[in-house]
């Protein structure tokens, strides 16, 4: 998946890093609120990233701990990483909202599990916006959360907004 590829990538243009200190900082970033990856995904690409040759590890020791690999990009990472940018950003951009399932087929329920679908989905969307304030809020003046990090934290949260919008057009008007 190009997306893993060049997020691992991009997080190694910064920094060498071990496995472990690489999907850390994907949640620690809360990566996978926005983009498809989870922690086993992490691990996978790494050795699949080494295989191909676009990273390389090196063994460390660091005091009593235990010897760990540390990654870094090889130029052939870096342009790897400098291509991928390209073919992501040029591709078409589509929204893929789960939800969505449930609203072509609203109609083909009673009003009354209408409503409850559609009140359950207003109910993740409050949830999304109230982590998304929460996350914004603490994140907006900290010096080490990057303007680009930051940036897409507010992307998200417009997008929430026009959902939340949206979805209330959506109830019955007796509601």
Not at 45 to 65: R, S
Not at 85 to 106: S, T
Request: proline share 4%.
């Amino acid at each position: 998946m190009n997306t893993i590829d060049l997020i691992v990538l991009g997080i190694l243009k910064d920094q060498d890093l071990s496995a472990y200190d690489i999907q850390k900082l994907v949640e620690y970033r809360n990566i996978s609120k926005w983009v498809k990856v989870s922690t086993p995904s992490i691990y996978k690409k790494v050795l699949q990233l080494e295989e191909k040759g676009l990273i390389a590890g090196t063994a460390v020791k660091e005091g009593k701990m235990p010897e760990k690999a540390v990654y870094s990009l090889t130029d052939a990472g870096k342009r790897e990483f400098e291509a991928l940018m390209l073919e992501i950003a040029e591709k078409p951009i589509y929204l893929f909202l789960d939800f969505n399932a449930v609203i072509v087929n609203i109609d083909k329920l009673t009003p009354e599990l209408r409503t409850r679908c559609l009140d359950s989905i207003e109910h993740g969307v409050n949830e999304l916006k109230s982590y998304l304030e929460d996350n914004i809020s603490r994140k907006e003046n900290a010096p080490d959360i990057p303007e680009t990090g930051l940036a897409v934290l507010q992307q998200q949260y417009i997008l929430v907004q026009a959902i939340e919008t949206w979805l209330a057009s959506l109830q019955p008007n007796d509601k």
